[in-house]
């Protein structure tokens, strides 16, 4: 394995590879910070402009651009409280209250250094686990991934600090809401009002970007109008009095980074469960481990490196499934599984052996990618706060337009607009109501899975619950759903 990794950095570490390198994580870092568009949205666009490079080439340069968009979404959450992406909504939690005490470099710092120690983490996990812990993805069927999703619900109700019972009635909001559309097993319409546009069910970008991040930027210009102190600075009454990040800090909080980039690292290697639960899981994993949980939310770094540790542990592993079974990780791993077939590589079982160069080559680039990412991350850092010490008034109105754009640009689709118009109401509702919107947001992003692995479950073995007892996986966390809301209950 030494062999082949030398031998794939000796093929990647060209002057040609490094500059696509660099543009693709400098483009996702840019993309991300856009609400509504996201590196899934830049993939789906690049791919076919890749079709001329070399096989390494083209691969890595996806692989960047997905590296900074999974990053480049904490941007606007941290300064703005509005997230580009849907899992950024967990760095919003800490990371807007920090921008509010003047120390929107610090968070944005926080985030960077946590993303590239999750990312490269999970890379080294990749290198040396694709083969073994693809055998074990395996062993998760139907049943095993309905009570994964049940334990990802009760967890993440543990995210709010309101009420528990709120934050699992808006999860299960949520999970309801992802069942408009065409039933995934009898094609039958459910709640679809004769409209042709939610055959699909409703739009994810729509949903979650009016629910948090519209949401968020017209609360600010209510907030703004209220407040006669309209020019007033995105990064609060108070300017950056601490920017400084030591590095030794940084490390001083290496059980939470190393605890995230494993949470990450775990979700990613599973098939479909995709970044978002993985930001919030580990968020949650972590507000419980702290010995100050009534901290988090209030601007605790924890919170911030919880999340971006895990959500960019997710891009390394989720090629294990991909390249040891052919099976995507996510929707950004089947969009990289296309890219891998347009250059005639194959992904599953024997891909290692027929391409093991061009694998190697791209571990070896994933590798030099976030060295990269960091050089780039950190000059982008000032950029970023420039734009903080800009007025409220002169900022808001081009992220509300931004907002729109984004959900537009997709799908072209002014149904898609109006469902994000319709759930920026909703977003405000839950505000002054106590109900987290995230949650929301995260239930209806699972629920699709969720149904569909319960169904699955209920047809497969014909409603008989007692084939629990006959999966110790679906035991293991079935025991831990109920211990955690549990103890939620006693604590409330």
């Known amino acids: 394995m030494i062999e082949s990794l030398l031998a794939g950095f000796e093929a990647a570490f060209t002057l040609y590879n490094l500059v696509f390198i660099a543009f693709g994580v400098a483009l996702g870092i840019v993309i991300g910070a856009i609400p509504g568009l996201g590196s899934v ?12 490079m070399q096989p390494v080439t083209a691969i890595a340069f996806l692989v960047g651009v997905n590296k900074g968009g999974t990053s480049g979404g904490a941007v606007p959450a941290i300064l703005l409280n509005s997230p580009g992406t849907p899992e950024a909504a967990a760095s919003a939690l800490d990371g807007y ?4 005490r003047g120390e929107a470099m610090r968070a944005m710092k926080f985030a960077l250094f946590s993303s590239v120690t999750g990312d490269s983490i999970s890379d080294v996990l ?41 934050a699992l009635i808006a999860i299960f909001l949520g999970v309801f809401l992802a069942s408009i559309g065409l039933d995934p097993v009898t094609s039958g319409e459910r709640m679809t009002f004769d ?15 009016g629910a948090l991040a519209m949401a968020s930027v017209l609360q600010e210009l209510i907030d703004m109008r209220r407040n006669t102190k309209a020019t007033e600075a995105i990064g609060g009454r108070i300017e950056f009095t601490r920017t400084s990040l030591p590095i030794g800090e940084f490390f001083s909080y290496w059980r939470t980074i190393v605890r995230s980039a494993m949470i990450g690292s775990g979700v990613g290697m599973l098939p479909g469960l995709g970044v978002s ?4 899981l580990s968020y949650g994993a972590t507000r419980r481990a702290s010995k100050h949980p009534e901290t988090f939310g209030t601007g605790n770094p924890e919170g911030i490196i919880a999340t971006e540790a895990a959500n960019s542990a997710v891009v390394g592993s989720n090629l294990v499934p991909t390249i040891a079974l052919g099976v995507p990780g996510n929707i950004a791993a089947a969009l990289l599984i296309g890219a891998f077939m347009i250059h005639g590589i194959v992904p599953g079982p024997f891909m290692l052996t027929m391409h093991g160069d061009v ?5 070896a680039s994933m590798l030099m990618a976030n060295v990269i990412h960091l050089a780039i991350g950190r000059v982008g850092i000032q950029i970023w706060g420039w734009f903080a010490r800009l007025p409220k008034g002169m900022i808001l ?6 907002c729109i754009v984004g959900v537009y640009l997709p799908t072209q689709s002014l149904f898609h607009v109006s469902v994000m118009l319709c759930f920026a109401v909703v977003g405000l509702l839950l505000r002054r109501t106590g109900f987290p919107a995230v949650c929301l947001v995260i239930g209806f992003l699972l629920g699709g899975l969720f149904e569909t692995s319960l169904r699955q479950s ?3 073995y014909k409603s008989d619950f007692s084939i629990v007892l006959e999966s110790p996986i679906a035991m293991v966390f079935l025991v831990l759903t109920l211990f955690i809301l549990g103890r939620s209950v006693i604590r409330s």
């Open 458 to 460: 209920l047809l497969l």
């Open 97 to 100: 209250p920090l921008t509010q």
């Open 41 to 52: 949205t830049a993939l789906a666009v690049l791919i076919p402009l890749t079709y001329y």
């Open 195 to 209: 409209r042709i546009e939610l055959y699909d069910g409703l739009p994810l970008a729509g949903l979650a970007i």
């Open 126 to 166: 990749l290198i040396l686990l694709v083969v073994p812990f693809a055998a074990i993805a395996l062993e998760f069927g139907p049943l095993e991934y309905t009570a994964v999703l049940l334990f990802s619900f009760a967890l993440l109700s543990g995210i709010s600090t309101g009420s528990t019972v709120k």
């Open 397 to 402: 109105p081009p992220v509300l337009v931004m």
């Open 359 to 363: 694998i190697y080559a791209l571990f």
């Open 277 to 280: 639960l993985a930001a919030f």
